[in-house]
T-cell receptor, first 115, second 114 residues
Framework: AQKVTQAQTEISVVEKEDVTLDCVYE???????LFWYKQPPSGELVFLIR??????QNEISGRYSWNFQKSTSSFNFTITASQVVDSAVYFC????????????FGAGTRLFVKA | EAGVAQSPRYKIIEKRQSVAFWCNPI?????LYWYQQILGQGPKLLIQ????????DSQLPKDRFSAERLKGVDSTLKIQPAKLEDSAVYLC????????????FGPGTRLTVL
């Protein structure tokens, strides 16, 4: 069975601090995709990144970076120099190819960034 | 480019009543998804269409929920009859291809069942 665990329910930081959101996934499939989405207070989920299981390269996009480690089944997300606008709920998701590319979301981590 | 449209944005009904939600995906997107997001949880996939065919509906409570995607464009999700535990936000999303692609989400419909 596939599963995504985001153990941190809520994180609170002060602006300009770095913060890492953890994501641990479970799947027996060798081909899968991992995603991060952001859900701001407005409610619409916004795509941040996609990674396939064959690409373990870390990625940096501005203040955002992602660390994918197959050995620990983790796909962690770091925000450097956090800003108030980063306050949102962040979801990690797993899509597996057998069975029609079903997407499983984690429970989410709510990030509060205080000024 | 217009985003995913959903209506209504809010709905309050009594238990055992019926309700329907509408979704218009981004033009040209072949895949459409309906998710249920209960407060404090991540979205749970209810049904996934590719064009007007169902790819996955394994988590759709088929005794009360139904969905269709006419002509491979708009979609409606219906609940009949509603239960208290159906209170949630119903999210529609679309993507260009399969479930491996980036999904674009609509604003959701918040359903309250009293």
């Amino acid at each position: 069975a596939q599963k995504v665990t985001q153990a941190q329910t809520e994180i609170s930081v002060v602006e300009k601090e770095d913060v890492t959101l953890d994501c641990v996934y479970e799947t027996r499939d060798t081909t899968y995709y991992l995603f991060w989405y952001k859900q701001p207070p407005s409610g619409e989920l916004v795509f941040l990144i996609r990674r396939n299981s064959f690409d373990e390269q870390n990625e940096i996009s501005g203040r955002y970076s992602w660390n994918f480690q197959k050995s620990t089944s983790s796909f962690n997300f770091t925000i450097t120099a956090s800003q108030v606008v980063d306050s949102a709920v962040y979801f990690c998701a797993l899509s597996v190819t057998p069975g029609g590319f079903k997407t499983i979301f984690g429970a989410g981590t709510r990030l509060f960034v205080k000024a | 480019e217009a985003g995913v449209a959903q209506s209504p944005r809010y709905k309050i009904i009594e238990k055992r009543q019926s309700v329907a939600f509408w979704c218009n995906p981004i033009s040209g997107h072949a895949t459409l998804y309906w998710y249920q997001q209960i407060l404090g949880q991540g979205p749970k996939l209810l049904i996934q269409f590719q064009n007007n065919g169902v790819v996955d509906d394994s988590q759709l409570p088929k005794d009360r929920f139904s969905a269709e995607r006419l002509k491979g464009v708009d979609s409606t999700l219906k609940i009949q009859p509603a239960k208290l535990e159906d209170s949630a936000v119903y999210l529609c999303a679309s993507s260009t291809g399969t479930g491996l692609d980036e999904q674009f989400f609509g604003p959701g419909t918040r359903l309250t069942v009293l």
